[in-house]
């Protein structure tokens, strides 16, 4: 059965370009989160991470009235709504990121998907596939 990525991607939580980083940390406080996509007009242009934001005011003298915008890693890494599980391992491995913004045909965000949401539905598989040959290997 193919998985594809819009429906396990998870809700995102968004901020402007001009958003502080002061706004942007405290909604990843809020929220529980280590990153959020930064949009304009619906559509990704941008993503700011909790160690994006920890090395910009530590190491790069941003200040938490910086904008965002200034910070942010850009351009954003997608992935259509209708591809597969498979597509976004293979785009996180190929372009070395841990977060994929899922688009929709217009390209207008909507929602994400994380390398650990990956790794928990491949383990459920493999805890499925294990259960399915268990009764065989104990007959043996």
């Known amino acids: 059965m193919m998985r594809y990525v819009e429906n396990f991607a998870k ?3 968004t901020v402007a370009p001009d958003e502080t980083l002061e706004a942007v ?5 809020e929220h529980n989160l ?3 996509v930064v949009v304009q007009n619906h559509r990704p242009v941008g993503m700011v991470t909790d160690r994006d ?6 190491v ?9 915008a ?3 890693t850009t351009p954003v890494e997608t ?3 209708g591809d597969g599980t498979f597509q976004a391992t293979q785009v996180m491995r190929e372009r070395h990121v841990r977060r994929l913004a899922v688009v929709d045909d217009e390209g207008e965000l909507i929602g994400l998907v ?12 493999l805890t499925n596939l294990v259960e399915g040959i268990e009764p065989e290997m104990r007959a043996r």
């Not at 790069?60 to 965002?68: G, L, R, Y």
């Open 11 to 13: 809700r995102v939580t």
């Open 60 to 68: 790069n003298k941003a200040t938490p009235h910086t904008p965002v």
């Open 70 to 72: 200034r910070v942010m």
């Open 53 to 58: 934001l920890a090395l910009a005011l530590t």
């Open 79 to 81: 992935i259509a709504a």
């Open 25 to 29: 940390g405290r909604a990843m406080a």
């Open 114 to 125: 994380a390398l650990d949401d990956l790794l928990r539905l491949l383990s459920r598989e």
């Open 34 to 36: 280590g990153a959020v």
